[in-house]
């Protein structure tokens, strides 16, 4: 039998950070509003581009599991903010980082799309199809928002988290390392309660974009209920298939969506805060970038311990949902480190913004 481990992980947080003081300035909405109702007091704002936080993410990650970009065999991109339709992001990232011996697809299941992605590096390893994975969750969601509407502006951040996955052979039982259950699942049927209109080939190619159609938009409260139920079943799914159960677990690493249905999913689980990671505060919620960022910051502040049971679990557009239940292995110390960084900020919060909010203000006037 053959399993994935993780063996590295890296994330990139822009340096610029959009706080709910910015945010003030630009919607009616208050510090106090924000963060009460989700959690979050600020988020980063990217200056380059998606590849661009791709590739240091997912340098810090190979240097973590002491690999060279000649080892991986697979790039799985997730993302619903791609440079370009083709090539894909992943590929993008191949060059970039001379992963010349790897294939590379990209994967959109929105925010569940880590999960996604994890599961599918975990299959082809148990599979025997490849046995060096990268998954990286990456996302430059500010590209979508509009800076005018407090409904969703206040929620999403740019970031990207990457993992690598490798293969350990004959895994003792299930006391050994590795993924030991998962859970995926979708309902199209829900589709329309998060949608990003833009970026795909409905329409005229002789339309021009339309604000009105540029936008991510989602129906709150609707999402809030889905996601609550969607990752409590999805979780004990897992588990089940996992042989285990919620006291089992030692850290759930969920999607930071909002801190209130963080909290919810993980009360109705019989979670304790310290069987929770939360970095939705300075983070928001950067969709398939959410998980890899929030397990680095636990490995960074020594949440997880060599042996735990760790569970991802999120939901997302689509409506999609998915867990993975793992036992960490020995090691949760990074073998390296590396320097990758973005460039310098050489512009303030509002000059980024600018052209987004000059953008959509024909839909105020
Ligand atoms: C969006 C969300 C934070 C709103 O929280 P909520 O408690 O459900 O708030 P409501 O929708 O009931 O809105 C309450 C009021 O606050 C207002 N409001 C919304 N955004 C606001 C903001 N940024 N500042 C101040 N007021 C705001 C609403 O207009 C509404 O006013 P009304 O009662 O006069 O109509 C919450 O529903 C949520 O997080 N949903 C999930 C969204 C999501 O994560 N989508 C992506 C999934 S991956």
């Not at 690493?253 to 939705?280: C, F, K, T, W, Y």
Request: charged share 20%; net charge negative; aromatic share 4%.
């Amino acid at each position: 039998m053959t399993r994935a481990v993780i063996t590295g992980w890296g994330k990139c947080r822009p340096p610029l950070s959009l706080t709910n003081a910015d945010l003030e300035r630009l919607v009616e909405t208050s510090d106090e509003w924000i963060a009460e109702r989700t959690g979050i007091t600020e988020r980063g704002l990217c200056h380059m581009e998606t590849t661009d936080m791709a590739e240091v993410a997912a340098r810090h990650a190979l240097a973590a599991a002491g690999l060279e970009p000649t080892d991986l065999d697979l790039i799985i991109t997730c993302t619903l903010t791609p440079e370009v339709s083709c090539p894909s992001a992943a590929c993008s990232l191949q060059e970039r980082i001379g992963a010349v011996n790897a294939a590379a697809f990209d994967l959109n299941a929105a925010c569940s799309g880590f999960v996604y992605g994890s599961v599918t590096a975990a299959s082809m390893i148990a599979a025997g199809a490849k046995r060096t994975v990268l998954v990286v969750g990456v996302e430059k969601l500010h590209f979508l928002m509009d800076y005018r509407d407090r409904n969703t502006c206040v929620l999403f951040g740019d970031g990207a988290g990457a993992v690598v996955y490798e293969a350990i052979d004959d895994p003792a039982d299930s006391s050994g390392p590795g993924v030991l259950g998962t859970d995926l699942g979708a309902d199209g049927v829900s589709g329309s309660t998060m949608v990003v209109p833009t970026l795909g080939s409905r329409g005229e190619l002789t339309s021009t974009r339309d604000p009105a159609n540029s936008r991510l938009h989602f129906e709150g409260q609707a999402v809030f209920k889905i996601a609550v139920r969607g990752m409590i079943d999805s979780v004990c799914r897992a588990l089940d298939r996992a042989g285990l159960t919620a006291d089992d677990v030692d850290l759930v690493v969920p999607h930071q969506a909002n801190e209130r249905i963080i909290r919810a999913a993980a009360s109705r689980l019989g979670l304790s805060d310290d069987q929770v990671m939360l970095n939705i505060a300075t983070h928001g919620n950067t969709s398939a970038a959410s998980i890899p960022m929030a397990l680095n910051d636990a490995l960074d502040t020594g949440r997880v311990r060599p042996g735990d049971i760790v569970v991802f679990t999120a939901f997302g557009g689509g409506v999609t949902w998915g867990s993975v239940v793992l036992r960490w292995g020995d090691r949760v110390e990074r073998l390296g480190t590396s320097d990758a960084a973005l460039d310098p900020v050489e512009v303030t919060v509002d000059e980024l913004l600018a052209k987004n909010r000059e953008f959509f203000a024909p839909l105020y006037d």
